[in-house]
């Protein structure tokens, strides 16, 4: 059972055209992100949501929108997209609380698989 | 303005041998670090972490370090094996803010 899982996997698109990217969590976690890794491998967050609500957003264009319908699931939708929106997008989910045991697994991060977002 | 920095792109380690991949930070806010373990086309998986008021934890094969004088953590693995190829990617939080700020990542090639 896929912990963090995201589709599409693989998303070839036109400038200018409007596409969705969901992401589903089924470990309870309270909270969900989005990062864009680049073509420099630079892992950078993009957006947070705690129980639905936006906690972080970290300055990216307003062409992007989170969407949270639920603590499960969290959907990123680009608008107008551009040539330097290409990049590979990475949902995670974390429980913000220690496990049992100590701190060791403390605000671990799950990762789902990525969608390749390719711009032509 | 790179919070996180990983300075070597790549680190090659003969089988059974120790790898050590270093992670230096900038913020003195950080509390809590993470070290993530990524295969090509899959997401990051978690290995191991250290909340700033240790110097060092241990999970098998894995070690972290921390010396916050020095703003400096790293991965010890020993020994290292051909499974243990992948990018290493240190990270680094300040508790409470949801915010995580990734290095760039030290590619490991474990030789047989």
Known sequence: DTAVSQTPKYLVTQMGNDKSIKCEQNLGHDTMYWYKQDSKKFLKIMFSYNNKELIINETVPNRFSPKSPDKAHLNLHINSLELGDSAVYFCASSQEVPTSGGASSYNEQFFGPGTRLTVL | ?112
């Open chain 2, 1 to 112: 303005d790179q919070q996180v920095k990983q300075n070597s792109p790549s680190l090659s380690v003969q089988e059974g041998r120790i790898s050590i991949l270093n992670c230096d930070y900038t913020n003195s806010m950080f509390d809590y670090f993470l070290w993530y373990k990524k295969y090509p086309a899959e997401g990051p998986t978690f290995l191991i972490s250290i909340s700033s008021i240790k110097d060092k934890n241990e999970d098998g094969r894995f070690t972290v370090f921390l010396n916050k004088s020095a703003k400096h953590l790293s991965l010890h693995i020993v020994p290292s094996q051909p499974g243990d190829s992948a990018v290493y990617f240190c990270a680094a939080t300040h508790s409470g803010t949801y915010k995580y700020i990734f290095g760039t990542g030290t590619r490991l090639k474990v030789l047989a």
